[in-house]
């Protein structure tokens, strides 16, 4: 090659190497650049990190041996009782089967026994979580959590993980891992007010740790992901799905990690835990008010280990008076009338009430049982029961609000006339229903009025059947009932075949009580912590507009006719009254829900054996049925002239009602057929304000010769039910009270 060639070629080689040089912002970003960037960025983190790790020591021990107690006071700031003394008893790790050792390194970290005590990925991903807000890290070594536990605290925070980590680090290096194992088991909180594993042995299985079995082991070990929520005494259908799914989980990690035979593990049963029992101090009402307390914390946003860690001044709604005084009125009225040490039928009665302001929806009174050493769960806030007839207003204010039409398209109100005759099958529904009324009596044509006051079931089957279950439904979903199984959108439903609690139903009344208004109970009054950050949410829905004022007091205006002239007699008083008797299929359950202008209160019977099955309330607090009408209206009737002083006794209803009712000319019961229902016109609906109802007559009328006496039909009628009136029982027929317009 000549030299001309060779310069030209020196030439051709410089402009490539200057066309293929970045310029711009790209010079900055050479993979060499990113590179060195990179190695640097982890060099300053190992850097920091070591510094933090030279910095943080391995602290004392924390004190969960130094828990606050927790301090509950009434709402008049006088003390309900203290909680807060730690039930744990520290067991060696010896003293603990290998099985029940192996289930809880098989729930929580299977590489326990091989890594260096921090699981860098699951850190990562809660730190992460933690600056995002998405909640609580995940995948913590057993070793983190016995740090957490035994040396740091439950904060949910950047400085808290990174402590945690590098104090696990150590940790590792210094004990062996049968001491972080016995630690962690011995540290951990398991609900029932159980930490460490020997306080939980005892909670759920009535026997000390180291007679567990593999299978006890491994709920024990899978209760530690959410001891409220897998608590099998107190968990929903779906938290027993998912702890029976976690149980699963440990067993088959057992086998994988050749730590039990696969064949034995085949023939593992899943070993359900004994009913809890109430700790030390908290007998008679005392153990129901915290728990329910408790409960709402959780609600409302502070967690069940913030509320365990103590330290906390928890303020209830509940009136020391009127707490006395639901105690007292179930004491007289039931408990003076049952031989539970004697008779196993007596034994078999449970009582559970709520007592709802319907201004705020405090709860100022709640009954849970005899007491809570003796009956664990709370009768106030299961929703194992059926409400019955108590669900009837809610399918009257729903078809008023939505101006539903009968089969001959009618508006439906207070004066709508429906055929009473019993197992009437109901017209228009692709689903079969013929509801028996009580003792099978049948009442020809008769009033919404009257239906409501007698508690007719072919009526309000028919009804719900105009108004659609499904928009029946929705209304007590926003007047605060829950959504729960055996609550198909059928016929069947008027008659109150959901579950539903005490405290449920007095919100629903609650609401009608105060115009439409969702009114949400709430037992705690406010909640502080000398220390903790906590606050309280609001509860969710209170004071929405949930049904109008016109639907929500023209119910109101009907119940106040069971009161009067209806199954709800027993709970009249001196004081104006509204309110619903209920009975459930087979007598399982009796309630009486009513409301005066200043005060909700629900009440209700139900029949449970020892092992916590439903069985009936017949033949035990009474001879035959067991009625809302009977002693459910009594021990409210009792409580609420208790409960209530002179002005607000002398409160009156303001209702504003869409249709008021009229005297009603109803024939007497009959057990022959009735006709083809005929529909009398009623008038639209006029939304002006009324009068208030005149007053209810105070006392309870005298007792009359008959069931059914004549009534002239321009009167509102004074009648007296059998002593133990029931649904469809009491009543003559044209027993409706007069709303003027």
């Not at 860098?120 to 740090?147: C, D, E, H, P, W």
């Amino acid at each position: 090659m000549g030299r001309a060639e060779e310069r030209q070629a020196r030439q051709r080689g410089a402009r490539r190497a200057k066309k293929a040089k970045p310029t711009g912002i790209r010079r900055f970003f050479t993979w060499r650049k990113l590179l060195g960037a990179f190695f640097g960025l982890c060099l300053l983190v190992m850097g920091a990190f070591f510094v933090i790790y030279l910095m943080v020591p391995v602290p004392t021990a924390n004190a969960q041996a130094e828990m606050q107690s927790n301090v509950y006071k009434f709402s008049n700031g006088k003390i309900l009782t203290r909680t807060g003394k730690i039930n744990r008893e520290i067991v060696p790790l010896e003293k603990i089967p290998k099985p029940v050792q192996d289930a809880f390194v098989a729930a929580e970290n299977k590489t326990f026994y091989k890594d260096s005590g921090v699981d860098f990925k699951g850190t990562a991903r809660g730190l992460m979580n933690t600056l995002t807000g998405k909640g609580k890290q995940g995948g913590s070594t057993i070793t983190q959590q016995y740090v957490k536990n035994y040396y740091l605290n439950q904060d949910q925070t950047v400085t808290r993980k990174l402590k945690e980590l590098v104090i696990s680090l150590k940790v590792d290096q210094k004990k062996d891992k049968a001491e972080i194992l016995a630690g962690y088991m011995n540290t951990s909180y398991y609900g029932r007010n159980a930490y460490g594993i020997q306080a939980a042995a005892q909670a759920y299985y009535r026997k000390d740790a180291n007679a567990l079995n593999v299978a006890e082991g491994a709920y024990l070990a899978a209760l530690l992901q959410a001891p409220s929520q897998y608590d099998w005494a107190v968990a929903s259908d779906t938290g027993k799905k998912l702890v029976k799914e976690r149980w699963n989980y440990v067993l088959d990690n057992m086998v994988e990690e050749n730590w039990l035979d696969s064949g034995k593990r085949t023939g593992l049963k899943f070993p359900e835990p004994k009913p809890p029992r109430a700790a030390p101090g908290m007998e008679g009402q005392t153990g129901y008010l915290v728990d329910a307390a408790n409960a709402e914390m959780e609600r409302r946003g502070i967690s069940e280990e913030e509320i365990k860690a103590g330290g906390w001044t928890i303020t209830l709604n509940i009136d020391e008076k009127r707490q006395k005084a639901l105690v007292k009125a179930v004491d007289k009225q039931l408990e003076a009338k049952l031989e539970r040490e004697k008779d196993k039928r007596d034994a078999t009665v449970q009582a559970g009430a709520t007592s709802v302001d319907p201004k705020t929806g405090h709860v100022v009174a709640l009954y849970g049982g005899k007491g809570a050493t003796e009956h664990w769960l709370s009768n106030a806030t299961r929703r194992d029961y059926q409400p019955a007839s108590t669900f009837k207003p809610v399918v009257l204010a729903s078809a008023l609000e939505n101006g539903a039409e009968t089969q001959d398209g009618m508006k439906i109100g207070l004066n709508t006339k429906y055929d009473g005759t019993s197992k009437r099958p109901v017209e228009g529904s692709d689903v079969p229903f013929a509801p028996e009324n009580e003792d099978d009596r049948d009442y020809g044509m008769v009033s919404v009025q009257r239906a409501t006051n007698s508690s007719i079931n072919s009526v309000f089957a028919q009804m719900i059947v105009d108004v659609t279950p499904a928009k029946a439904k929705k209304t007590a979903l926003a007047m605060g009932m829950k959504e729960g199984k055996g609550w198909p959108e059928q016929p069947a439903m008027s008659l109150g075949t959901m579950g539903a609690s005490t405290w449920d139903m007095a919100g629903v009344y609650a609401s009608f009580d105060n115009h439409g208004k969702r009114v949400t109970p709430a037992i705690v009054k406010s909640a502080e912590h000398a220390v903790r950050d906590g606050t309280l949410e609001k509860p969710e829905g209170h004071g929405t507009q949930v049904i109008s004022r016109e639907a929500a007091d023209t119910t109101t205006a009907a119940m106040t006719g069971v009161v009067k002239s209806g199954s709800g007699t027993n709970a009249a008083g001196d004081y104006q009254a509204a309110g619903k008797t209920g009975t459930s299929e087979n007598n399982r359950s009796a309630w009486f829900v009513g409301y005066t202008p200043e005060l909700v209160t629900a009440v209700a019977l139900f029949g449970e054996d020892p092992k916590g099955g439903q069985v009936t309330l017949t033949d035990t607090v009474n001879e035959g049925r067991a009625n809302g009408g009977g002693v459910p209206a009594k021990i409210w009737q009792q409580y609420t002239t208790g409960a209530l002083d002179d002005e607000a006794a002398a409160a009156e209803f303001d209702l504003e009602v869409e249709e008021g009712a009229t005297a009603d000319p109803d024939p007497t019961p009959t057990v022959t057929p009735s006709q083809t229902p005929s529909q009398t016109p009623s008038k639209g609906p006029t939304k002006t304000p009324t009068k208030k109802p005149t007053k209810t007559p105070t006392g309870k009328p005298t007792k009359t010769p008959t069931d059914e006496p004549t009534q002239t039909p321009t009167d509102t009628p004074t009648i007296t039910p059998p002593t133990d009136p029931g649904d469809g029982e009491s009543g003559g027929p044209n027993a409706n009270p007069v709303i003027k317009q």
